[in-house]
């Protein structure tokens, strides 16, 4: 029997999930390069069920709305930090100058990857010196980010309640402050004990800010090589089926590091130079949402994984313990 006679037995199967059947697939900003490469890979998830799947995201831009309701911005995690009223005016203003010249590099649909690398090594090593030698009280980017605790994607809680509920872990890969990250996550009441982040954390010297954690985490490192040897990759490095959802192209190699035979989903975020960036986000994420500021695409295939998963396991469809871990930086 041929491959196309084996892919064309599995979709008149019984229980077979096609594209035109989930509703949040067929929206006109749901955009797909390979619909029928985007069916099986779901479709395996639903096979496989919760105990397979592990789930990665990204936080600015893609755990937080890209814009509000009003069309205003939404501060970065960076950002939330930069609204601390205590910091020294010199620092606002480096910081500043640091974002316009580095944040169009980050989001140039024309430069290559390669070259990107170097600057984002420097915008990161520049701010890290930026933020030394000087006190700073934590509880004030707690108020700063209390403000930024309903900026999350709609339906985001039904999302990470979900994911507790079927015990699948979920690594939070941030290239921006991890500080502000835990502090909007826990304030919001999604920082569950499934999840896990990763990110760019305040260290401190004497009682003064001394920079960041090592490893530094830009936006086109952060995979999960950095993981390995880690209590998290122990737990999730065979969990083989994976959806990764990030607003840029660097996001799409997240999982990067997990077996060559895993079944990875990567959803992007298109929001910035969308003419420009169509075809390059067509060409890395397997579905692309177009200035959708919704949880919709992964409640939809997470309802479809919990369905079948109740269907095989209906006494414990209400639920079981969760998969605990340390909720901080590695």
């Not at 199967?13 to 797909?32: F, T, V, W």
């Not at 939404?74 to 939330?80: D, K, T």
């Not at 010196?129 to 700073?136: M, N, R, T």
């Not at 990764?244 to 799409?252: K, L, W």
Request: glycine letters at 6%.
């Amino acid at each position: 029997m041929g491959n196309n006679d084996g892919i064309q037995e599995e979709q008149n199967s019984e229980g077979y999930m096609r594209i035109q059947d989930i509703p949040a697939l067929n929206q006109s900003h749901c955009k797909m390069r390979d619909p029928q490469l985007v069916e099986r890979i779901i479709n395996e998830f639903v096979n496989g069920g919760p105990e397979r799947m592990q789930f990665v995201s990204d936080f600015d831009y893609t755990i937080t709305k890209q814009r509000t309701e009003d069309n205003l911005p939404v501060l970065s995690s960076f950002g939330i930090f930069h609204e601390c009223k205590s910091l020294p005016p010199y620092f606002k203003e480096a910081t500043d100058k640091l974002f316009h010249k580095y944040r169009p590099i980050e989001i140039d649909p024309h430069m290559p990857v390669e070259e990107k690398v170097q600057y984002m090594i420097e915008w990161w090593t520049q701010s890290s010196k930026l933020v030394s030698g000087f006190p700073f009280d934590e509880s004030e980017l707690d108020h700063s980010a209390s403000k930024y605790k309903r900026a999350l994607r709609d339906r985001t809680h039904e999302l990470f309640a979900t994911l507790l509920h079927l015990q699948i872990p979920v690594l939070v890969f941030s290239a921006g402050l991890g500080n502000s990250v835990v502090s909007v996550m826990q304030q919001a009441g999604i920082m569950h004990a499934n999840v896990k982040v990763i990110s760019n954390f305040l260290q401190y010297r004497e009682g003064l800010l001394d920079g960041f954690q090592l490893p530094m985490i830009h936006t086109f490192n952060k995979n999960e090589t950095v993981l390995v040897g880690s209590e998290y990759y122990d737990l999730v490095h065979t969990r083989d089926h994976i959806i990764v959802m990030g607003d840029s192209i660097g996001d799409a190699e997240m999982a990067n590091g997990v077996p060559a035979s895993s079944h990875i989903l990567k959803i992007g975020f298109l929001f910035d130079h969308v003419e420009a960036n169509m075809e390059k986000y067509m060409n890395t994420f397997d579905i692309v949402l177009v200035d959708d500021q919704t949880m919709d695409v992964p409640n939809a295939l997470l309802a479809l994984v919990e369905q079948r998963h109740q269907l095989r396991h209906p006494r414990v469809a209400n639920g079981t313990s969760p998969v605990v871990l340390a909720n901080s930086a590695l």
